[in-house]
């Protein structure tokens, strides 16, 4: 029981439903964890007894014994100081925002594909117009011999290839900006040992 204040009534420290609110909250950040696969796991600021739980909980194929498994690491998650889980939660927001924002430039380069297809020139010098250090005449030929690959039926290198040259127009830009990112903040702190030793 948590009791109440004698001076001024109130009552002292949080209600049980609050207590079972964070705790379920927990779980599902443990539920969350579980799901990734150990490259995202990587990415996340988790500390390595927990890492080891989660390692163990995703080996666990039984429904009532996962189960378990999961109560456990949420039990072990909850002995973790808050701002622990608050830099995980934060990580894995930043992390599905990167991913969606990835999956969102292939669906891009996709629909770019297909106009440079289905449009030719017209959709080539739209694309120039957004990327003018894109190679013209290498994107030309590879158009023309994706139609003629489709035309005799013959395996989509060329269709493959176009996708690639976009990859590199569109998505590795981006990945290197996050990466520098990330990377001046390491900088930063390697550059900042150096002056104090």
Same mark, same amino acid.
């Given at each position: 029981?948590?009791?109440?204040?004698?001076?001024?009534?109130?009552?002292?420290?949080?209600?049980?439903?609050?207590?079972?609110?964070?705790?379920?909250?927990?779980?599902?950040?443990?539920?969350?964890?579980?799901?990734?696969?150990?490259?995202?796991?990587?990415?996340?600021?988790?500390?390595?007894?927990?890492?080891?739980?989660?390692?163990?909980?995703?080996?666990?194929?039984?429904?009532?014994? %996962?189960? $378990?498994? #999961? &109560?456990?690491?949420?039990?072990?998650?909850?002995?973790?100081? *808050? !701002?622990?889980?608050? @830099?995980? /939660?934060?990580?894995?927001?930043?992390?599905?925002?990167?991913?969606?924002?990835?999956?969102?430039?292939?669906?891009?380069?996709?629909?770019? %594909?297909? $106009?440079? #297809? &289905?449009?030719?020139?017209?959709?080539?010098?739209?694309?120039? *117009? !957004?990327?003018?250090? @894109?190679? /013209?005449?290498?994107?030309?030929?590879?158009?023309?011999?994706?139609?003629?690959?489709?035309?005799?039926?013959?395996?989509?290198?060329?269709? %493959?290839?176009?996708?690639?040259?976009?990859?590199?127009?569109?998505?590795?830009?981006?990945?290197?900006?996050?990466?520098?990112?990330?990377?001046?903040?390491?900088?930063?702190?390697?550059?900042?040992?150096?002056?104090?030793?």
């Amino acid at each position: 029981m948590r009791g109440r204040d004698q001076e001024t009534g109130e009552f002292l420290g949080e209600s049980r439903s609050q207590n079972r609110r964070e705790a379920l909250e927990v779980l599902a950040l443990g539920e969350k964890l579980v799901d990734l696969t150990p490259a995202q796991l990587a990415r996340l600021p988790i500390p390595e007894g927990l890492l080891e739980h989660i390692e163990y909980t995703k080996r666990i194929t039984s429904h009532g014994a %996962r189960k $378990r498994q #999961l &109560a456990f690491l949420a039990k072990q998650m909850r002995r973790e100081e *808050d !701002e622990t889980l608050e @830099a995980i /939660r934060d990580a894995l927001d930043a992390n599905s925002e990167t991913s969606r924002r990835e999956v969102a430039i292939m669906h891009r380069m996709e629909r770019w %594909r297909e $106009r440079l #297809l &289905a449009e030719g020139d017209v959709a080539l010098g739209e694309l120039l *117009d !957004e990327y003018p250090q @894109a190679d /013209r005449q290498g994107l030309r030929t590879l158009v023309r011999n994706a139609l003629a690959e489709k035309a005799k039926n013959k395996p989509p290198r060329a269709y %493959r290839e176009i996708y690639q040259v976009l990859r590199e127009l569109m998505l590795v830009p981006v990945l290197n900006a996050t990466a520098e990112v990330g990377g001046d903040d390491d900088a930063d702190d390697v550059d900042g040992d150096d002056e104090q030793d």
